[in-house]
């Protein structure tokens, strides 16, 4: 499958230990800024219920959905114990500053 990488903002767009969402064909995704300025990017999506993970708390590497306070690893997408599962992750550039979040060929970010 054919990645596209997609320009997506800025970092200093996302506020430290936030989130923004970027919308694709293929749903919503979360993108998160941790303390120490790293990006990460996952499906909008707790593996648990659906909830909603650009709005749950970031800490560390981790973020905690807001429903049910599931911890999801930011790194990995994996659910940390003693929940199971895993919330699909999106493979992050930095370039100059500039996000770049790569999809399949078939999806199109717009700014959310």
Not at 30 to 48: E, K, M
Not at 75 to 87: I, K, N, R, S, W
Request: glycine content about 12%; charged content about 25%.
């Amino acid at each position: 499958m054919k990645i596209d990488w997609i320009d997506v903002g800025d970092v200093d767009d996302i506020p430290i230990m936030g989130a923004r969402v970027v919308r694709s064909a293929d749903g919503d995704i979360a993108v998160f800024r941790t303390a120490d300025n790293s990006i990460f990017a996952l499906y909008d999506r707790c593996p648990h219920k659906g909830g909603p993970l650009s709005e749950g708390i970031v800490h560390g590497r981790s973020v905690t959905c807001p429903l049910h306070n599931w911890v999801i690893c930011l790194e990995t997408g994996e659910v940390e114990g003693p929940d199971h599962g895993c919330a699909a992750q999106i493979s992050v550039s930095i370039d100059g500053g500039r996000i770049r979040l790569g999809l399949p060929r078939a999806s199109r970010a717009a700014h959310g």
